[in-house]
């Protein structure tokens, strides 16, 4: 049953990296492989000891993987809501320079700091729009897209809130929000920063044809109020986890309801059809549901086959194979621009356990940073290189050619220099 179980898997893996060539939703493949293989796990024994151990161990991995969706489900409610009031204007409306390289660095480095914030999927749909105001030739254009995929994923590694997968680790108590920001930031600045570097020589000049929108007026005042108390909720969050010690959902749900309230306040004199826009129910309705079904699914699957211990043996495999730790999870990071970095994450989550590895363990760090920015390799290999591909129609060898090296060079750099200062013992 067993071999059955991994048949399936891989299967199940093989229809989500094939998605496009198949026409099959990566989310319907997901919750069919979840589902799969905890359906062949129960049956494998017919004993109602096996039953009971079945459903404690779906009890407990549920359990864990609703604290990712409802962290998610809040956290991005509260971003669309604060864009439903034009509070993002607040950022857009300052970048002003026609110079290829300033722009460059200015929104590459917004794109950084603002992922660590709100997180890298949403990150990049922001800045790409920007960017679309402000480039009007297309190949010019692309090679932001491609340093906007890079940076989004460079500042969502090293933040708790910044990418899913470094949610999950914050979530499973691999890893603290001062460890992992403390330890990642340099890294994760020089993943950026090198690609960035090698990039500014090849752009030069002014920008091909601004086309800059005229502006729209001033900021709506509700779109004020709405940044700042949206951007205080998610920093709160951190904040909330340290006093109280509870998970990070609660505290992103309580900032879900401040944020939901102040909304409700700011746009009471509206009228009903007016005020719908604005209220947290379209925002929950624009909320990308689909994203966290296929979470759901692949976390169940990998959930499966790290309760018949399947994960503990692939890490004894490659331990006693490869030996070297670094190189093990240095290669997980490169693999996740192939295979989604999710269910990487969750693999790798089974396959060192925190009793040998506890909290904030330089492994645990380095596995966020790799996870998080190998990504960047190939343009399918992380949510925001698959959104920004369908936003601009990033040819997949286009990418591999002009950005792929460049973000291979800064994902190596990065990797250095966390390794020179927080080796793995």
């Known amino acids: 049953m067993s071999i059955l179980i991994i048949v399936v898997f891989v299967f199940g893996y093989a229809a989500i990296a094939f998605e496009h060539p198949l026409k099959i939703n990566k989310t319907a493949s997901a919750l069919i492989t979840g589902v799969l293989c905890w359906t062949l796990f129960a049956l494998s024994k017919n004993t109602e000891l096996h039953q009971q151990l079945v459903e404690t161990k779906l009890g407990h991995h549920l359990s864990e993987t609703a604290a990712i969706l409802f962290f998610l489900m809040a956290a991005m409610t509260i971003v669309e809501l604060i ?9 857009t409306d300052r970048i002003i320079t026609k110079d290829v390289r300033r722009l460059l660095w200015l929104i590459c480095w917004i794109t950084f700091f603002l992922s660590a914030v709100l997180d890298n999927l949403t990150t990049a749909i922001v800045m790409v729009s920007v960017a679309r105001k402000l480039i009007s030739d297309k190949e010019q254009r692309l090679f932001f897209c491609g340093m906007i995929i890079i940076a989004a994923n460079a ?12 949610t999950m680790l914050w979530i499973g108590g691999q890893i603290s929000a001062i460890g992992i920001i403390t330890k990642t930031i340099l890294p994760s600045i020089v993943c950026l920063l090198v690609p960035l570097l090698f990039l500014s020589y090849k752009l030069k000049g002014d920008l091909i044809g601004v086309q800059k929108d005229a502006a729209h007026g001033a900021i709506p005042s509700g779109g004020k109020i709405m940044f700042s108390v949206g951007l205080g909720a ?27 309230v102040v909304s409700e306040l700011i746009n009471s004199s509206l009228d009903e059809g007016e005020r719908k826009k604005y209220s947290a129910a379209e925002a929950l309705s624009r909320i990308d549901t689909s994203s966290m079904l296929f979470f759901l699914g692949i976390l169940l699957a990998v959930g499966a086959l790290e309760s018949m211990g399947m994960l503990y043996q692939v890490s004894q495999g490659l331990d006693s194979s490869i030996g070297n730790t670094s190189v093990i999870i240095t290669f997980i990071g490169v693999l996740s621009s192939i295979v ?42 992380s949510a925001a290189g698959v959104a920004v591909m369908g936003m601009e129609k990033i040819d997949f060898v286009w990418y591999l050619k002009k950005i792929s090296l460049l973000a291979f060079l800064g994902y190596v750099a990065g990797a250095a220099v966390y390794l020179l200062f927080n080796p793995i013992n």
């Open 340 to 381: 989604d970095n999710v269910p990487l994450v969750a693999a790798g989550m089974g396959m060192y356990p925190l009793t040998t590895y506890p909290m904030d363990h330089s492994l645990w760090q380095y596995f966020a940073y790799c996870a998080g920015t190998g990504g960047s390799l190939l343009v399918i290999g």
């Open 83 to 91: 864009d439903a009031h034009e509070g993002f204007r607040f950022i």
């Open 234 to 260: 998610l920093l709160f969050v951190p904040l909330f986890k340290s006093v109280t010690h509870l998970p990070p959902y609660v505290g992103m749900l309580l900032g879900l309801g401040v944020v939901w």
């Open 155 to 166: 500042g969502g590694a090293f933040s708790p809130i910044g990418d899913v997968t470094t």
